[in-house]
Protein backbone atom coordinates (compact mmCIF):
# COMPACT_ATOMS: atom_id res chain seq x y z
CA UNK A 1 0.00 0.00 0.00
CA UNK A 2 1.21 3.45 -0.65
CA UNK A 3 0.69 6.69 0.78
CA UNK A 4 -0.20 10.08 -0.78
CA UNK A 5 1.64 11.83 2.26
CA UNK A 6 2.28 11.74 5.81
CA UNK A 7 -1.42 12.47 7.04
CA UNK A 8 -2.78 9.84 4.92
CA UNK A 9 -0.61 7.70 6.57
CA UNK A 10 -1.65 8.50 9.93
CA UNK A 11 -5.58 8.23 9.07
CA UNK A 12 -5.37 4.73 7.99
CA UNK A 13 -3.63 3.78 11.40
CA UNK A 14 -6.19 5.79 13.34
CA UNK A 15 -9.24 3.87 11.79
CA UNK A 16 -7.53 1.00 12.33
CA UNK A 17 -7.05 1.52 15.74
CA UNK A 18 -10.53 2.89 16.31
CA UNK A 19 -12.56 -0.15 14.52
CA UNK A 20 -10.41 -2.88 16.71
CA UNK A 21 -11.55 -1.37 20.46
CA UNK A 22 -15.36 -0.44 19.11
CA UNK A 23 -17.95 -3.24 19.40
CA UNK A 24 -16.28 -5.08 22.15
CA UNK A 25 -18.02 -2.65 24.90
CA UNK A 26 -21.22 -3.99 24.12
CA UNK A 27 -20.38 -7.51 24.87
CA UNK A 28 -18.90 -9.66 28.24
CA UNK A 29 -16.17 -11.51 27.70
CA UNK A 30 -18.25 -14.70 26.44
CA UNK A 31 -19.26 -12.19 22.96
CA UNK A 32 -22.88 -12.32 24.37
CA UNK A 33 -24.74 -9.35 24.36
CA UNK A 34 -25.76 -7.63 27.56
CA UNK A 35 -29.19 -6.01 27.18
CA UNK A 36 -31.39 -6.92 29.85
CA UNK A 37 -29.13 -7.42 32.76
CA UNK A 38 -30.09 -4.25 34.80
CA UNK A 39 -33.96 -5.49 34.86
CA UNK A 40 -32.73 -8.80 36.26
CA UNK A 41 -33.45 -9.54 39.77
CA UNK A 42 -33.42 -12.84 41.91
CA UNK A 43 -37.17 -13.99 41.27
CA UNK A 44 -38.70 -16.20 39.52
CA UNK A 45 -40.93 -13.57 37.29
CA UNK A 46 -37.80 -11.69 36.53
CA UNK A 47 -35.36 -14.69 35.38
CA UNK A 48 -38.38 -15.96 33.43
CA UNK A 49 -38.64 -12.73 31.63
CA UNK A 50 -34.92 -12.03 31.18
CA UNK A 51 -33.43 -15.39 31.15
CA UNK A 52 -35.36 -18.27 30.19
CA UNK A 53 -38.04 -16.30 27.56
CA UNK A 54 -35.05 -14.82 26.20
CA UNK A 55 -32.24 -17.32 26.00
CA UNK A 56 -34.09 -20.53 26.19
CA UNK A 57 -37.35 -20.90 25.21
CA UNK A 58 -36.42 -21.41 21.46
CA UNK A 59 -35.34 -25.14 22.23
CA UNK A 60 -37.40 -25.14 26.01
CA UNK A 61 -40.66 -25.02 25.49
CA UNK A 62 -43.85 -27.38 24.16
CA UNK A 63 -42.73 -28.74 20.67
CA UNK A 64 -38.81 -27.46 20.91
CA UNK A 65 -36.13 -29.76 21.17
CA UNK A 66 -36.04 -29.55 25.24
CA UNK A 67 -39.87 -29.76 25.57
CA UNK A 68 -38.94 -32.37 28.42
CA UNK A 69 -37.03 -30.00 30.23
CA UNK A 70 -39.72 -27.28 31.68
CA UNK A 71 -38.28 -23.48 32.04
CA UNK A 72 -41.23 -21.23 32.21
CA UNK A 73 -43.90 -23.15 34.27
CA UNK A 74 -42.94 -22.71 38.09
CA UNK A 75 -44.83 -25.79 39.44
CA UNK A 76 -43.41 -27.91 36.56
CA UNK A 77 -40.05 -26.54 36.87
CA UNK A 78 -39.96 -27.50 40.84
CA UNK A 79 -41.70 -30.93 39.95
CA UNK A 80 -39.32 -31.98 37.27
CA UNK A 81 -37.67 -35.71 37.92
CA UNK A 82 -34.37 -34.27 37.05
CA UNK A 83 -34.07 -32.08 39.65
CA UNK A 84 -33.47 -28.72 37.71
CA UNK A 85 -33.84 -26.53 40.63
CA UNK A 86 -33.36 -28.07 44.40
CA UNK A 87 -34.64 -25.07 46.48
CA UNK A 88 -31.67 -23.79 48.98
CA UNK A 89 -29.46 -26.01 47.03
CA UNK A 90 -28.24 -24.56 43.79
CA UNK A 91 -25.19 -26.53 43.57
CA UNK A 92 -26.87 -29.41 43.22
CA UNK A 93 -29.57 -27.83 41.24
CA UNK A 94 -29.40 -29.28 37.17
CA UNK A 95 -30.09 -26.03 35.82
CA UNK A 96 -26.76 -24.41 37.21
CA UNK A 97 -25.05 -27.40 36.75
CA UNK A 98 -26.17 -26.88 32.99
CA UNK A 99 -25.39 -23.54 32.66
CA UNK A 100 -21.57 -23.39 34.16
CA UNK A 101 -21.05 -26.88 32.54
CA UNK A 102 -18.50 -26.74 29.73
CA UNK A 103 -18.51 -28.59 26.42
CA UNK A 104 -21.37 -30.92 25.56
CA UNK A 105 -23.68 -30.43 28.53
CA UNK A 106 -23.17 -26.79 28.16
CA UNK A 107 -26.70 -25.24 27.97
CA UNK A 108 -27.35 -22.58 26.28
CA UNK A 109 -25.77 -25.13 23.89
CA UNK A 110 -22.53 -24.57 22.40
CA UNK A 111 -24.34 -25.25 19.07
CA UNK A 112 -26.83 -22.43 19.19
CA UNK A 113 -24.11 -19.99 19.31
CA UNK A 114 -25.54 -18.46 22.25
CA UNK A 115 -22.28 -18.20 24.43
CA UNK A 116 -22.46 -18.93 28.27
CA UNK A 117 -25.12 -17.36 30.44
CA UNK A 118 -23.13 -14.09 32.11
CA UNK A 119 -22.08 -13.89 35.69
CA UNK A 120 -24.27 -11.94 36.40
CA UNK A 121 -27.34 -13.97 35.07
CA UNK A 122 -25.74 -16.86 36.99
CA UNK A 123 -25.30 -15.28 39.90
CA UNK A 124 -28.99 -14.33 40.03
CA UNK A 125 -30.45 -17.36 39.52
CA UNK A 126 -28.33 -18.68 42.15
CA UNK A 127 -29.43 -16.52 44.35
CA UNK A 128 -33.07 -16.87 43.85
CA UNK A 129 -32.82 -21.10 44.56
CA UNK A 130 -30.63 -20.48 47.23
CA UNK A 131 -33.36 -18.38 48.65
CA UNK A 132 -36.11 -21.02 48.48
CA UNK A 133 -36.67 -20.78 44.79
CA UNK A 134 -39.90 -19.16 45.77
CA UNK A 135 -42.79 -18.72 43.07
CA UNK A 136 -41.99 -14.71 43.26
C1 LIG B 1 -30.61 -24.81 21.03
C2 LIG B 1 -31.54 -25.44 21.92
C3 LIG B 1 -31.44 -25.16 23.40
C4 LIG B 1 -31.33 -23.95 24.04
C5 LIG B 1 -31.31 -22.55 23.43
C6 LIG B 1 -31.28 -24.25 25.45
N1 LIG B 1 -31.37 -25.59 25.66
FE1 LIG B 1 -31.33 -26.56 27.47
N2 LIG B 1 -31.53 -28.36 26.52
C7 LIG B 1 -31.59 -28.54 25.15
C8 LIG B 1 -31.73 -29.96 24.85
C9 LIG B 1 -31.87 -30.56 23.46
C10 LIG B 1 -31.74 -30.63 26.11
C11 LIG B 1 -31.91 -32.13 26.36
C12 LIG B 1 -33.40 -32.38 26.43
C13 LIG B 1 -33.75 -33.78 26.90
O1 LIG B 1 -32.92 -34.42 27.55
O2 LIG B 1 -34.91 -34.18 26.66
C14 LIG B 1 -31.59 -29.59 27.12
C15 LIG B 1 -31.54 -29.85 28.49
C16 LIG B 1 -31.46 -28.88 29.47
C17 LIG B 1 -31.47 -29.13 30.89
C18 LIG B 1 -31.55 -30.50 31.55
C19 LIG B 1 -30.18 -30.98 31.93
C20 LIG B 1 -30.29 -32.30 32.65
O3 LIG B 1 -29.48 -32.51 33.56
O4 LIG B 1 -31.18 -33.11 32.32
C21 LIG B 1 -31.41 -27.92 31.52
C22 LIG B 1 -31.41 -27.66 33.03
C23 LIG B 1 -31.37 -26.91 30.49
N3 LIG B 1 -31.39 -27.51 29.25
C24 LIG B 1 -31.32 -25.57 30.75
C25 LIG B 1 -31.28 -24.59 29.77
C26 LIG B 1 -31.27 -23.18 30.05
C27 LIG B 1 -31.32 -22.58 31.45
C28 LIG B 1 -31.22 -22.54 28.85
C29 LIG B 1 -31.17 -21.07 28.58
C30 LIG B 1 -30.20 -20.31 29.32
C31 LIG B 1 -31.21 -23.55 27.80
N4 LIG B 1 -31.24 -24.79 28.40
C32 LIG B 1 -31.17 -23.28 26.44
C33 LIG B 1 -31.57 -27.55 24.19
C34 LIG B 1 -31.46 -26.20 24.43
Redesign the pocket.
Known amino acids: MKFKSPSEFFLVLLVGALSACGPSHDKNSDGALNLSQSNLEPTFTSIRKN ?2 EA ?6 VGG ?6 P ?1 TDYAALLASP ?3 VLPGNPAES ?2 I ?3 EATGD ?1 Q ?3 L ?2 G ?1 GH ?1 SDF ?1 IST ?1 RSWIQDGAKDN
Not at 55 to 60: L, N
Not at 64 to 69: F, H, M, N, R, S
Open positions: VFKCTACHGAAEKVLRELAILSISMPPSSSLEI
